[in-house]
């Protein structure tokens, strides 16, 4: 009895395992149809749309975006630097633009790009997220002071934001200061 239970068991599994193939062969082509490409696809719908539309601040910041994505530094700037001739004060625009000149190893324009904009911009979230910027920049200049001040900045301004409360913590902890504690870790 225990045999004729096991085989048809066996049996039922198998089927049920064939027509669950069957079933997910049949909703693959569904399935593909509705997935994402890419950024690369996404770009290629942002070009559509510049031809048709134009230029504009929200298509050319996509597009940076997307770039970025793809480590297409250079490709983002200039869409950046375009989107930026629209309104000289989009805070998103340039977010994005010093975090790109970043990425290129152009600390100095992103550091600019960013001053620019918290000298524009009202108090409040976009001001406080081009601050966070600042101070991911001039943590990784090792310039921790000027970097733990924009953090604090930020967040008197935004406190809602838990990332940049760790951004503050990294900011005071400096490599100086493990290496004179390390001998106390390597005792303890």
Not at 148 to 159: F, R, S
Request: hydrophobic residues 40%; proline residues 4%.
């Amino acid at each position: 009895m225990n045999i004729a239970c096991t085989i048809m068991t066996t049996r039922t599994v198998r089927r049920a395992g064939a027509v669950l193939a069957l079933a997910l062969t049949m909703a693959l082509p569904a399935l593909q149809a509705d997935a994402h490409d890419g950024p690369e696809h996404e770009i290629e719908e942002l070009n559509d749309r510049i031809k048709k539309e134009g230029e504009s601040e929200d298509l050319l910041l996509q597009r940076a975006i997307e770039y970025n994505v793809l480590q297409k530094n250079a490709e983002a700037a200039k869409d950046l630097e375009r989107a930026l001739r629209f309104n000289p004060d989009s805070a998103p625009v340039q977010r994005e633009l010093a975090r790109t000149y970043f990425a290129l190893g152009k600390t100095n324009d992103a550091l600019d790009t960013g001053g620019r904009g918290i000298k524009n911009l009202p108090e409040g979230a976009d001001r406080a997220s081009l601050r966070i910027v600042r101070a991911e920049i001039l943590r990784e200049r090792k310039v921790h002071e000027k970097a733990l001040e924009d953090t604090d900045k930020a967040i008197a301004e935004h406190p809602g934001n838990v990332e940049w409360y760790l951004l503050r913590t990294s900011c005071t902890w400096r490599p100086s200061r493990r290496r004179s504690a390390w001998p106390v870790w390597k005792r303890g």
